[in-house]
């Protein structure tokens, strides 16, 4: 089996187990693309065509707010990026999509989708539940903006995507938080002084 099939295989199978015929099935209808750094795979004002499971690499999404990217998501390895408004219902998107590296994807067109469910009509079950998982994952990163602090956004992005900061440059993840560069900088700084003071406390007990 391909590596890309097989990695595509597997987060299917965690949500349900698949039988030969369906893995055959996905493997022959499996399109693998390959972008460079810096490739628009949507702009504001398109529709969107294709879907994207991430492979290899990181995009953002970022919206264009009075001439500045505000960025909202990051995606990388094992991620869907869907757009489903503008790919279902022909309506244009409003975002942007753009690779931060090297970025490879399995492509999903509206067209190899319908095939895989007049097959398989399990399938459409299958994509039901990823895009709820998305949906789900779209309305808790939402409610942080409106809840949280930037210094909190920061930290759950430490916590729970600990490469991203690694992977993009530090005025994308200030536009992540909600912030601009040196207020970003301050929030590090700060939550440094508290790690180091911590593990002073710790040393002294």
Known sequence: MHESASKLI?????????????????????????????SVLLEAGQIATEAYFVLEGCVRQYYLIEGEERIVNFFTEGDWIVAPESMSGGVPARHYLETCEKTRFVVGTAEREQMLYKQFP????????????????????????????????????LERRPDIPQRVPQYQIASYIGVKPESLSRIRKRLAEKSMTNISSAKTQ
């Open 10 to 38: 597997e987060h299917f199978s965690r949500i349900t187990p698949l039988s030969d015929e369906e893995i055959r099935a996905i493997e022959a209808s499996l399109l693998v693309k390959t972008f460079p750094k810096g």
């Open 122 to 157: 399990r399938f459409e079950s299958i994509s039901r539940t990823i895009m709820e998982t998305m949906l789900g994952a779209q309305q808790a990163l939402t409610a942080s903006y409106h809840t949280d602090t930037p210094e909190e956004r920061y930290k759950k992005l």
